[in-house]
């Protein structure tokens, strides 16, 4: 990632937002929901400030990591009687919180999504299709419309500069 971002071009990512969402799903029920959000976004701009791309690793790879490590150290404050076995009891309801508010999440923005997709070539749909809702990769795209990986890879970016132009619209 660009070394030149500030924390609101990081926040519009969505795999930061993944990752925030992923790891601090795993901890809402033992972390206050305020802390969670707290600890999110300091641990993100920490990450910005210390992420050195010479030693070989992705940014979202240690955001990640380091976002989990701030989540553990944040129980050994509050609860140092906290172990695995209550995060892993704890689970199942998370999941089940995390499942329904995604649930909700989604049918909100469905309506708005498939407006755009509907607005977008049939062939821009294709591919955006493939990427977001059956996770292909590039080689994977490109294998079954019959085109290399880069001009997969270009269709997609032109096809997301359009739903984001169609967005701001």
């Known amino acids: 990632m660009d070394s030149k971002k500030n924390i609101e071009d990081y926040l519009k990512d969505p795999y930061i ?13 033992a972390i206050d929901s305020h802390d969670i959000s707290s600890i999110a976004m300091w641990t993100l701009n920490t990450c910005i400030d210390r992420y050195d791309p010479t030693k070989g690793a992705k940014f979202t790879s240690y955001f990640y990591q ?3 490590y701030a989540y553990k150290n944040e129980l050994k404050k509050k609860k140092p009687e906290f172990s695995c076995s209550t995060l892993e009891n704890t689970h199942s309801a998370i999941k089940r919180k995390c499942l329904q508010e ?10 708005h999504i498939f407006h755009i997709l509907e607005s977008i070539p049939e062939k821009m749909k294709k591919i955006i299709e493939q990427k977001f809702f059956y996770r292909m990769s590039f080689k994977e795209i490109a294998e079954e419309n019959g085109y290399s990986r880069e001009t997969a890879r270009r269709r997609f970016q032109k096809a997301i500069k359009l739903c984001r132009k169609l967005v701001k619209t």
């Open 66 to 68: 380091q976002l989990t």
């Open 102 to 111: 995604e649930q909700n999440k989604r049918s909100e923005n469905e309506k």
């Open 17 to 29: 937002n993944g990752i925030i969402y992923t790891v601090s799903s795993r901890f809402a029920n």
